[in-house]
C-alpha cells in the first residue's frame, strides 16, 4: 500500500464532485470571514433546496448568518458579535441534526474567529 506524506500541505477551498459541499480553507481576514460566511449561507441553502435540512431550521440559520456577516464587516465589532449568532447557528443545527457537512464548515468558520478580532 502506498502511503503519502501530506505534512506541512496547504489548500484553498475544495468541493465534492456534486458541489454539495465546501471545505473552506485558512480565514485570515475579516473580508476572508464575510466571503466564508456567504459561501456558508449558500450550503445552508443548498442542503434546504436538496431536502437535508427543513425550511424553517434554514431560515433561522440564515438569520443568525445575516447577523454574524453584519457583525464581521462592522470594524468595530467584536469577536462575540460574530461568535454569539455562530454559536447559536450551531446550536440550531444540532438541535435539528443537521447535516454533518454544515456543522463541519460551521466549525471551519468558528475557529477562526478569535484570530481575526
Do not use: H
Not at 470571514?33 to 449561507?41: E, G, P, S, Y
Not at 425550511?55 to 464587516?73: F, I, M, N, P, Y
Not at 443537521?98 to 474567529?113: D, E, F, H
Amino acid at each position: 500500500m502506498s502511503v503519502f506524506d501530506q505534512r506541512n500541505q496547504q489548500v484553498g477551498t475544495q468541493y465534492n464532485i456534486a458541489g454539495s459541499a465546501t471545505f473552506g480553507g485558512r480565514i485570515e481576514t475579516r473580508d476572508g470571514l464575510v466571503d466564508a460566511l456567504r459561501t456558508f449561507v449558500k450550503d445552508v441553502r443548498r442542503a434546504e433546496d436538496e431536502g437535508s435540512l427543513d425550511v424553517e431550521v434554514s431560515e433561522e440559520v440564515q438569520a443568525e448568518l445575516v447577523a454574524a456577516t453584519r457583525a464581521a464587516r462592522n470594524e468595530e465589532s467584536t469577536g462575540d458579535a460574530v461568535g454569539v449568532p455562530l454559536s447559536r447557528c450551531r446550536q440550531i443545527l444540532e438541535a435539528a441534526a443537521g447535516p454533518a457537512t454544515l456543522l463541519s464548515s460551521l466549525a471551519g468558520i468558528v475557529a477562526a474567529v478569535p484570530a481575526i478580532f
